[in-house]
C-alpha cells in the first residue's frame, strides 16, 4: 500500500507563509507525478501545482509568483512554499500523486488526508 501524509498547515495571518510537506511512503516502485491540491468550504478541489518524476514542474496561475514546489533528492517527499498568504488561501491542502506500486502493472491516484491551512485578515 501506498501512503500520502501531509503537515506543516496552521493558522497564519495574511502576508504570512507556511511550509507543507507531503511524503510518501510504502511499496512504491515508481511516482511517475505528485502534486498539491486544495479545496475549500464549498468549492471543487483545485491544483496548485505539480512535478513529474522527471522534474518537471508545472503551476496553475492561481499558485503562479507566491507558492513553490519542491521535492527533496529521494524524491519521496515534495513540499509547497507559499508566501504572501491572502484569507482567500484558506483551504485544506491535500496531495496526491499517480503512483506505480512494487506489486503493480500500472498507474493508481494516491491522495492524502490534507492539511488545514486558515489565514486571517
Known amino acids: 500500500q501506498v501512503q500520502l501524509v501531509e503537515s506543516g498547515g496552521g493558522l497564519v495571518q495574511a502576508g504570512g507563509s507556511l511550509k507543507l510537506s507531503c511524503v510518501a511512503s510504502?511499496?512504491?516502485?515508481?511516482?511517475?507525478?505528485i502534486g498539491w491540491y486544495r479545496q475549500a468550504p464549498g468549492k471543487s478541489r483545485e491544483l496548485l501545482a505539480g512535478?513529474?518524476?522527471?522534474?518537471?514542474?508545472h503551476y496553475e496561475d492561481s499558485a503562479k509568483d507566491r507558492f513553490t514546489i519542491s521535492r527533496d533528492n529521494a524524491k519521496t517527499t515534495i513540499y509547497l512554499q507559499m508566501n504572501d498568504l491572502r484569507p482567500e488561501d484558506t483551504a485544506v491542502y491535500l496531495c496526491?500523486?499517480?503512483?506505480?506500486?512494487?506489486?503493480?502493472?500500472?498507474?493508481?491516484?494516491?491522495w492524502g488526508r490534507g492539511t488545514q491551512v486558515s489565514v486571517s485578515s
Open positions: 496526491g500523486g499517480d503512483i506505480q506500486t512494487s506489486s503493480g502493472v500500472g498507474l493508481n491516484r494516491y
Open positions: 510504502g511499496s512504491i516502485r515508481v511516482i511517475y507525478s
Open positions: 512535478i513529474t518524476r522527471f522534474g518537471d514542474i
